[in-house]
Every structure is written in C-alpha cells, then in structure tokens.
C-alpha cells in the first residue's frame, strides 16, 4: 500500500479514512478464507483455527456483536496507542476499544461478507512463538476476475486470562501490520496533536456515523 500523508484532524476522513478500511478489510478479508469450503480439515481442529473459525463465521452470518468478542482489544489498543495506553485512565481505555471495534466492525464486516465470493484456498503452517507471541504463518489464495493472487500472511493471536486465543493484528508479506499502518498514519498524529481527549473525540464523531454493532435474526434452518 502507498502511504498517505496523515490527517490528524479528523479522524478516518478522506483519504486517510479509505487507507483506514483498505486495511481493516484487507486483513481480515484475508482471514475469511478459514471458512472457504475447498479447505480440507482434520476433523480435530487445533485451538487457533477453531478460533479464527468462530470468528469468521460470526461475521459471515450477521453476528457482529459475537464477533468482536473473539478480537483482543486491550493487545490491539497497546500496539496502537504505544506508550500512551498507560497514560489513560481506565475510562479512557474502555472507551478506546469500544469505538474502535465500533468503527472497525462498520467498515470491516460488510465488506468482508461481500468478498466470501472470491476466496479459493488457503494453507497454513503450525503455529510458532515468535517474541513471546503466537503467530500463524499461512499462504492465501484469492481469485480476482480471471487471475488468482497468492498472498503470504501472518496472524498474531494472544491467549487472554480466561485462556482464550483471540485475534489481534495481521501482516501481509511487504507490507507492516495492519496495526501498525493505522498506528502510523492516524492515531499516532492525532495523539501528537491532541492526546487522548481529541483522539477520542474524533472517534465518537466517527462511531456516530456508523451503526453500532449487534447480531442480525438468522434465518430459521429449513
């Protein structure tokens, strides 16, 4: 992706609020080919997998609210707000992840439910402790109008106190982290402009302007 120059001033507006959802949705887009049928599973999946696959599946059929329960929002505010996460009261933490699985929930997920369509197949490696964390290495393949793209990825996944593994960034081969690109061209300056007040300000002007995440009826099995 090319970078954009930031605009601290609004945050996810413009440009800078097209590079914000190319890399939510691309990331987990990349993510949602766990659940394409041409994948061949042993019939005992192994944690991580059955946890992307929750979440996949949560976001497939409308279950919004389910599926940012299965994203680690405390690991992904760390990465993104860096040393002024400590800096915040409790309030302001909350707060923090609250608007950013609200704003990314509203711009991710649909977009990932209209692509299901394209994904063909994925392999992945066995999870690995890189720096103390897990991380799952995989080959993704996309199919794009008559040509198919190989992607290679990484996931990051983080075992919380209750023992669950849960999400928290991804990394396409050349490129940094989707994190870190939103880390880098929004909250970052946005700190540096206004700390946590105008940093949060923004987001909730942001969240107004989207619907707040909840799980949609299913439709009763026939």
Known sequence: MSRLAPVP???????????????????FVLLAVLSAPALSRPKEKSDHEAQIQRLINNVRYGQDADALTLLDGEQEARVLLGAAWEKGSAAERTEFVTLFHHIFAGIAFPKMRDSFQHLTSLTYSPPETVAGRLEVASV????????????????????GADGKLRVVDVTIQGDKS???????????????EGGWPKLLE????????LAAPRNAPLAPKK
């Open 9 to 27: 001033s609004r945050l996810v507006a413009g440009p800078t609020r097209r590079r914000f959802a190319r890399a939510l949705v691309g990331a």
């Open 140 to 159: 993704i393949h996309i199919q794009a109008g008559p040509k198919e793209q190989e992607l290679k990825v990484r996931y990051w996944l983080h075992k």
């Open 178 to 192: 989707f994190l870190t690109n939103i880390r880098d061209d929004q909250i970052q300056p946005i700190l540096a």
């Open 202 to 209: 923004l987001m909730r002007v942001r969240a107004k302007e």
